[in-house]
């Protein structure tokens, strides 16, 4: 085996030689742990899925950890800068933008009690890990620093494929010991630790703020908060608007809290005060630097990837950030009426590109998620890709072009009507990253669009030591 990668045909083997039946017996294991470990999403019915597990998973070298540990590290100080640039270059405004009543909670972290840059966020990219090309193959997609989902399931996916198929592994790997990839809820508890520290307060209780007005999507925060519960802190999960202040204290749902983590996005908050809701309690927190992630870190839209992408900014950022920008960032522009540099570095008229190059070039919403709205170019008709351009010129809902990005596959065993098949499947990478650590998620569908919201499954990221 080479020292800096596990090759895909090592890990395939053991697999390979299971017989019918006990590749079943293990296919539905991954199942009923699966139920049992809380991997559930809700569909627009409020129906409960099970999420599908794959059985086969990926498993990283140290070297590859510290590899992209510096990619997520050099991506994330890239993502800081951007809120300075914000404030002295007019440009970058119009192209990652607040509308005034999110500008006016920006504002709040402004204030001296607010420093400590807080997160938990997540890095999604092409990047696969059984061949000798893992160093340079990858591209990052787009960035994710509020609210990112797996942090439960990804820890839980390495445990149900450690007691499923360790056995397997050990076998593809003798005399190597494998473990899950370092878990993201030990970042989340690193960060509110070091957050707590900042400000030189205790960290007793925990608030895990979401939405719920919205009962689909992924069901994390009541796993995450037993979790945080064994380990020694107090944890409760609460809308935003049941936060209180009462004599100096934070609560939430009448307990007291010391910080604050966030499922929701900044435009959640703005909706509930146009609703007439106040949110004073929520707003104290963020001037004490009490909410994780801090909105410091709103700036994660994918036009970020502008400022990255276009040579008209590269003065701002180091060179090893150029570098990673240059080798590893897809190029991508906000959507609008405008002459810009195309990925060869020509001025061109952006509409006009963006017609002309249908089949190599990806429409995205700026700020939504879960795959919603992305249109793939070469998947749809001339006439369909131009009335999405049209949407996207007028809408309200800013969107970014982005070039299309060459998505892996692997094959792995898959139930099918009481049967097996190796399936092949499209595969990305999540990268969990905080102040100090990553952790990984990888994610798999036969679909285009990768993502547990279009029916997608897990596959779990462990690590060889």
Excluded at 208 to 213: G, S, V
Excluded at 331 to 353: I, K
Excluded at 412 to 426: A, D
Excluded at 440 to 454: C, E, H, W
Aim: aromatic share 8%; glycine share 8%; hydrophobic share 45%.
């Amino acid at each position: 085996m080479p020292l800096d990668y596990v090759p895909r045909s090592v890990l395939d083997a053991p697999f390979r030689r299971l017989g019918r039946r006990e590749l079943l017996d293990r296919l539905h294991a991954v199942r009923a742990l699966a139920g049992v470990r809380g991997m559930r999403y809700f569909d627009d019915a409020g129906r409960s899925r099970t999420i599908d597990i794959a059985l086969k998973p990926w498993v990283l070298t140290s070297g590859q950890l510290l590899r992209f540990h510096r990619v997520a590290r050099l991506l994330s100080e890239a993502l800081l800068r951007l809120a300075h640039l914000h404030a002295r270059v007019p440009a970058v405004r119009d192209i990652v933008r607040f509308e005034p009543e999110r500008e006016a909670w920006m504002r709040l972290c402004a204030h001296p009690r607010s420093r400590p840059l807080a997160v938990i966020g997540r890095l999604d990219s092409t990047a696969v890990y059984d061949h000798a090309r893992w160093r340079t193959g990858f591209r990052m997609l787009e960035p994710n620093a509020v609210g990112v989902g797996g942090v439960h399931y990804a820890p839980a996916a390495c445990s149900i494929a450690l007691d499923v198929v360790g056995d397997l592994l050990t076998q593809a790997l003798p005399g190597r010991a494998i473990t899950a990839t370092p878990d993201p809820r030990q970042l989340l508890v690193d960060e509110l630790r070091a957050v707590a520290g900042r400000l030189g307060r205790p960290l007793r209780g925990v608030a895990l703020i979401e939405n719920t007005d919205f009962t689909t999507g992924t069901d994390e925060f009541q796993e995450l908060a037993r979790d945080l519960t064994q380990r020694g802190l107090r944890a409760v999960v609460a809308d935003p608007r049941d936060l209180r202040l009462s004599r100096g204290r934070l609560t939430a749902r009448g307990r007291e809290v010391d910080l604050v983590y966030r499922d929701s996005e900044l435009a959640e908050f703005v909706a509930m005060e146009r609703g007439g809701r106040r949110l004073a309690a929520l707003r104290q927190a963020v001037r004490e630097g009490r909410l994780i992630s801090g909105l410091t870190w709103e700036f994660d839209q994918k036009s970020a990837w502008e400022i990255f992408t276009d040579a008209a900014y590269a003065r701002h950022f180091t060179a090893a950030e150029r570098r990673l920008f240059r080798e590893h960032l897809l190029w991508t522009r906000l959507v609008r009426e405008a002459r810009v540099s195309d990925p060869g570095g020509r001025r061109v008229d952006l509409p006009a590109f963006i017609r002309r190059h249908r089949a190599r070039l990806v429409l995205k919403p700026n700020t939504l998620f879960g795959g919603e709205g992305v249109v793939i170019g070469r998947t749809v008709s001339q006439r369909a890709w131009e009335q999405e351009l049209a949407r996207a010129l007028r809408g309200r809902t800013r969107y970014v072009v982005q070039a299309l990005a060459p998505i892996p596959s692997d094959a792995f065993p898959r139930l099918t009507g009481g049967g097996i098949r190796w399936q092949e499947r499209s595969v990305v990478s999540g990268f969990f990253f905080s102040s100090s650590g990553i952790g990984l998620v990888g994610r798999f569908s036969g679909l285009p669009v990768v993502n547990v919201s279009r029916g997608g499954g897990l596959l779990p990221a462990l690590w060889v030591h």
